[in-house]
């Protein structure tokens, strides 16, 4: 069974551009997560899908920061405009139930 | 507070064992996990304990629970080059995984 998913793995974009990261989940988790981890920090959770539904945003940092997942499978996330302070690791993660959740490999974002 | 807290750095000779510490902060967490992440991998869900035990154990490693302190442990047994990443405390809390900043196991030949 093919695990989580990501895309793309790394991105490198300037202040001010914006970037769509992607993020597969496990076929048949209704549950889906996006965590990023900015530089020397925890991992810190930004929101929850059940199917398509947005259970949990109250990660989000800002209006910046934008995520969908039409039609309950991929979800994306969307960064307009990014920031310097955008740099990180973006993980998504899914889950067939709440508790144990499968951790993609991460999109790691670089904002110049 | 809202942190869960583990040391940043351990380091440890192969072959000795390693020891994790942990502590996290809400006493109804169901679930308190052991993630691992490699250099330039993702997070890997390494072992994951119920709140009502109080060890699991899993071939080399082995997890204790103290709910009355909030301490979680990871040991990993015999400990092999492999073992070198970084090692994340979580805990499973209002339908989210909160994380500790991770501790980065260096490995001594």
């Known amino acids: 069974e093919a695990g989580v998913t990501q895309f793309p793995s790394h991105s490198v974009i300037e202040k001010g551009q914006t970037v769509t990261l992607r993020c597969d989940p496990i076929?048949?988790?209704?549950?889906l997560y996006w965590y990023r981890r900015v530089m020397g920090k925890e991992i810190k959770f930004l929101l929850h899908f059940v199917k398509e539904s947005k259970q949990d945003e109250s990660g989000m940092p800002n209006n910046r920061f934008l995520a969908e997942r039409t039609g309950g499978t991929y979800s994306t996330l969307k960064v307009q405009p990014a920031e310097l302070e955008d740099s990180g690791v973006y993980f998504c993660?899914?889950?067939?139930?709440?508790?144990?959740?499968?951790f993609g490999p991460g999109t790691r974002l670089t904002v110049l | 507070g809202e942190d869960v807290e583990q040391s940043l750095f351990l380091s440890v000779r192969e072959g000795d064992s390693s020891v994790i510490n942990c502590t996290y902060t809400?006493?109804?967490?169901?679930?308190l996990y052991w993630y691992k992440q490699e250099p330039g991998a993702g997070l890997q869900l390494l072992t994951y304990i119920f709140s009502n035990m109080d060890m699991k154990q899993d071939q080399r490693l082995t997890v204790l629970l103290n709910k009355k302190d909030k301490h979680l442990s990871l040991r990993i047994a015999d400990t092999q080059t492999g073992d070198s990443a970084i090692y994340f405390c979580?805990?499973?809390?209002?339908?989210?995984?909160?994380f500790g900043k991770g501790t980065r196991l260096h490995i001594l030949p």
């Open positions: 979580a805990e499973f809390r209002d339908d989210k995984i909160i």
């Open positions: 993660a899914s889950s067939q139930w709440m508790g144990t959740q499968y």
């Open positions: 809400d006493s109804s967490s169901t679930y």
């Open positions: 076929s048949g988790h209704d549950n």
